[in-house]
Structure formats: structure tokens, C-alpha cells
């Protein structure tokens, strides 16, 4: 079976830096993706890592480490709008094409 | 523009009484599938299908069945609802198996079962 570990919350001001964390037991890995989600909206793509290192997009990034089976997102400049919940989310490598198993969300909230 | 639809949004419904939320995506994804959301568990997947007429269990697929007769159509049927299915239904769409390519995501239907 795989599981997935995550904060539930995590409250931070605007302009700080706040990093989600991710610790994933599988019996197969791939690679570690992150999504956004508003309150009554779909989940948004974030990034994706296959690989051990930091992957950055703007303000985004993502960090994997394969060893440690761990990797955060970490937001930088917080802005109110990033008030969401993050989801990490696992490939795992079997040949049954499965997609993605979710972890539970962390949800952010951004204080002025 | 590149959507995934779902259909219907809202939906209340009585226990046993059959119905079908329809997913259509125009980006000619392969692979589509069905999550279920609730509260603290994330995003639990149902079914998943690889193309036309090749689908599998995801994670949660008691209760739940769905077809893949076109490819940009992939329905999720409850024969005999129960209401220990209300929940928040989204449908995806991707170019591979999650990851690399992304997931595109519907809007998602709230079904209440009664």
C-alpha cells in the first residue's frame, strides 16, 4: 500500500515564505507532484519532480528527495491569493497505468 | 479552450435510485479519470481508464461503475446510490499517467444522497 503525509494547516503572513512538507510511503515511486486548490474550485497543476533536487516556477518551487522519500513545496512573497490547500500527490510506477495517489492537503491560510 | 466538463454540478438524489455524472474532455486525452473528495482525505481515486474501452479500479471503486466508449467520454455511473457516496466528484483528463503531464480537472459535481 502507499500513504501519504502532510500538515493539515499551516498559517503564514503575506510576503513570508512558507514550506509544505510531504513524506510518502509507496511500494513504487515515480515522482512527486504538487496542486492547488481553492475553496469550491478543481485542483490546479503546481509541478511535477521525478528527480532528486529543486524545480522552480516563479514564486513555486519543489524539492524531492528520493532517499528520504520526502519533498515541500516551498511559496515564496506570500500573497492573500495563495490561500489554498496544497495537495502532494505520488506516481506510482507499476504497469497498470494508474494516475495519482493523493495525500490528505494542507491547507493555507495567508494573514495580512 | 481546452476544458474538462462535468455535468451535472449540483445533484440531491435519493438512495437507491440510479444515476450518471458525464465527463467530457476536448484535449484528446488517453487517460481519464474519477476521484472522490471529502473532508481530510484528499482526493481518493474511483476509476481510471488508459483509453477507449480499457478502464481499472482505482483506490475506491465499490459502488461506482464507468464506461469508455469514446475517448473524450468517460461517464461514472452509481447504480443504487447510498449515502455514504455524498461527496465531491471530479473528473481528469491527462496526456500520460499523472505526473509529467498534468491533470486537467473539471469543475467537479457535489452529489448529496439522501
Known amino acids: 500500500g502507499q500513504s501519504l503525509e502532510q500538515p493539515s494547516e499551516v498559517t503564514a503572513v503575506e510576503g513570508a515564505i512558507v514550506q509544505i512538507n510531504c513524506t510518502y510511503q509507496?511500494?513504487?515511486?515515480?515522482?512527486l507532484s504538487w496542486y492547488q486548490q481553492h475553496d469550491g474550485g478543481a485542483p490546479t497543476f503546481l509541478s511535477y519532480n521525478a528527480l532528486d533536487g529543486l524545480e522552480e516556477t516563479g514564486r513555486f518551487s519543489s524539492f524531492l528527495s528520493r532517499s528520504d522519500s520526502y519533498g515541500y513545496l516551498l511559496l515564496q512573497e506570500l500573497q492573500m491569493k495563495d490561500s489554498a490547500s496544497y495537495f502532494c500527490?505520488?506516481?506510482?510506477?507499476?504497469?497498470?497505468?494508474?494516475?495519482?495517489?493523493f495525500g490528505g492537503g494542507t491547507r493555507l491560510m495567508v494573514k495580512p | 479552450e481546452a476544458q474538462v466538463t462535468q455535468n451535472p454540478r449540483y445533484l440531491i438524489t435519493v438512495t437507491g435510485k440510479k444515476l450518471t455524472v458525464t465527463c467530457s474532455q476536448n484535449?484528446?486525452?488517453?487517460?481519464m479519470s474519477w476521484y472522490r473528495q471529502d473532508p481530510g482525505l484528499g482526493l481518493r481515486q474511483i476509476y481510471y481508464s488508459m483509453n477507449v474501452e480499457v478502464t481499472d479500479k482505482g483506490d475506491v471503486p465499490e459502488g461506482y461503475k464507468v464506461s469508455r466508449k469514446e475517448k473524450r467520454n468517460f461517464p461514472l455511473i452509481l447504480e443504487s446510490p447510498s449515502p455514504n457516496q455524498t461527496s465531491l466528484y471530479f473528473c481528469?483528463?491527462?496526456?500520460?499517467?499523472?505526473?509529467?503531464?498534468?491533470?486537467?480537472f473539471g469543475p467537479g459535481t457535489r452529489l448529496t444522497v439522501t
Open positions: 484535449m484528446n486525452h488517453e487517460y
Open positions: 481528469a483528463s491527462s496526456l500520460s499517467p499523472g505526473g509529467v503531464y498534468e491533470q486537467y
Open positions: 500527490a505520488v506516481r506510482l510506477n507499476n504497469n497498470a497505468g494508474n494516475m495519482l495517489t
Open positions: 509507496t511500494s513504487g515511486f515515480y515522482g
